[in-house]
Nanobody, 115 residues
Framework: QVQLVESGGGLVQPGGTLRLSCAVS????????IGWYRQAPEKQRELVAS???????NYVDSVKGRFTISRWDARNTVYLLMNSLKPEDTAVYYC?????????WGQGTQVIVSA
């Protein structure tokens, strides 16, 4: 069973930066599309960024220009660099295949953007 372990979250002030990491327990080289999702309190989980095996990326409008997704296939790791963070970015962040055929969800990593 594939395991996903997210890390790197924390408390940051508005305008700050965080880099999230997602360690995958299997090779990701053959995963066509993998992404970062987030779920804010009382909201549905949304896909915010994804990256294909060829390196093509896609972002939800609310994070375009601020977030950058990348993947390091040799380390089976996916990253999300988040710049210019806003309070509305506060959520638990998860990684998984995109847009569906999900693996079991990891525990996520909490991001809190607050002064």
């Amino acid at each position: 069973q594939v395991q996903l372990v997210e890390s790197g979250g924390g408390l940051v002030q508005p305008g700050g930066t965080l880099r999230l990491s997602c360690a995958v327990s299997r090779s990701i080289a053959s995963i066509d599309n993998i992404g970062w999702y987030r779920q804010a309190p009382e909201k549905q989980r949304e896909l915010v960024a994804s990256i294909t095996s060829s390196g093509s990326t896609n972002y939800v409008d609310s994070v375009k220009g601020r977030f950058t997704i990348s993947r390091w296939d040799a380390r089976n790791t996916v990253y999300l660099l988040m710049n210019s963070l806003k309070p509305e970015d506060t959520a638990v962040y998860y990684c998984n295949r995109a847009p569906g055929l999900w693996y079991p969800w990891g525990q996520g990593t909490q991001v809190i953007v607050s002064a």
